[in-house]
């Protein structure tokens, strides 16, 4: 360990206060006494927690004999010309202009290191926010496969199956009927294909190779279109490029969260997609034609706030740092709006993580 430098600070005022917070965890330097005229100086109460000796007479501790650097922070004439005056052999004298530098630059460092740990803890809570979101969204997006494929693809077969069998029985007695339920088998088949295509869509919807959205997206909303029977349009404005490829599989899951709701709760029979990507901003805009909800009411409800699927959306969004919006009325339909910075500091460090 080297040699520790004992200093004295005149002065506990915003400089002072400055000075000692920088000074008190580092180890080579140790604060062996603070003057101040002012009682209620604000370096006075964190010097008092310190330790620290605390005197209104400055010209005590300049008899000090263990005091290697003086620091002037009072902004005092009188003070400045004391310290001028002052001649000890091994004792560093810093004022005036200079001190006053020297504060506001530790002043600057402790307001950026504050800041950069502030935002790492935000982006912190962010990421396990979405570690955790993620997490619960793969297990109810393969509980919902598993369902659609129990109940859809796995029936349509078994179906298909027993009018297999009832086919071959009426070969011989009425081939006419059983022409009639081979097209109609033949019919529920490509039923089936389709069902099953929607299957392996969920499970990989974007092409992960490209990261494209808008081919993905316009995929997506037909099957959706054919499974769910509602009429859907999607509007775009500018170009995807822009888009940091990880946070386009987040903006993806934004908008099949927001399509899904429609489909489970709002009884709408059509849905319009705008999608617009200028120099700085990704703007999302799903609007409906449902029955529409009063978003107050829901937002005091946690429980229906996740279930509308309004919760994922806000996290997913705010990851990207983001933000969404609600606007719906009873009868009136359902807008949601969502705004993604491109350049923002979150959606780079979501990309390199």
Not at 46 to 68: F, G, N
Not at 78 to 90: A, C, D, K, S, Y
Not at 157 to 162: A, I
Not at 254 to 266: F, G, P, R, T, V
Request: charged share 30%; glycine share 6%.
């Amino acid at each position: 360990m080297g040699v520790v430098t004992n200093v004295i600070i005149l002065g506990a005022g915003q400089g002072g206060t400055s000075l000692i917070e920088i000074f008190r965890n580092d180890p080579l330097v140790k604060i062996i006494g603070i003057a101040e005229v002012n009682s209620k100086a604000p370096g006075l109460k964190l010097a008092r927690q310190l330790k620290i000796p605390i005197t209104s007479d400055y010209r005590k501790l300049l008899k000090s004999k263990r005091v290697d650097l003086l620091i002037d922070v009072t902004g005092d004439l009188e003070v400045e010309r004391v310290l001028l005056e002052l001649r000890r052999p091994g004792v560093a004298v810093i004022g005036g202009p200079s001190a006053k530098f020297m504060w506001q630059l530790i002043e600057e460092r402790i307001r950026s290191k504050e800041a950069i740990e502030r935002h790492l803890s935000e982006y912190q809570a962010l990421y396990r926010l979405y570690v955790k979101e993620v997490s619960l969204a793969v297990l109810e997006e393969r509980a919902q496969i598993a369902w659609e494929i129990h109940d859809g693809l796995v029936q349509t077969l078994v179906g298909l199956t027993f009018k297999m069998d009832h086919c071959q029985e009426l070969l011989e007695t009425d081939p006419t009927q059983s022409k009639k339920q081979l097209e109609e088998g033949r019919r529920h088949l490509r039923g089936a294909i389709q069902e099953a295509r929607q299957v392996i869509f969920n499970l990989k919807p974007l092409s992960f190779d490209h990261m494209e959205l808008l081919p993905a997206l316009k995929n997506y909303l037909r099957s959706y279109e054919h499974q769910y029977k509602i009429k859907t349009s999607l509007q775009t404005l500018g170009s995807e490029k822009k888009i940091f490829p990880k946070s386009k599989i987040v903006i993806f899951r934004i908008i099949q969260e927001a399509l899904s709701n429609i489909q489970k709760h709002s009884k709408a029979k059509q849905v319009k997609i705008s999608l617009k990507v200028d120099r700085k901003v990704l703007r999302v805009a799903i609007s409906d034609d449902g029955v529409g909800f009063d978003p107050h009411r829901v937002a005091e409800d946690p429980e229906k706030w996740n279930s509308f699927g309004l919760k994922g959306i806000t996290e997913r969004a705010k990851l990207l740092g983001g933000t969404s919006q609600v606007e719906s009325s009873l009868g009136e339909g359902t807008r949601i709006l969502v705004q993604i910075p491109l350049d923002d500091r979150r959606s780079k460090l979501f990309e390199e993580n």
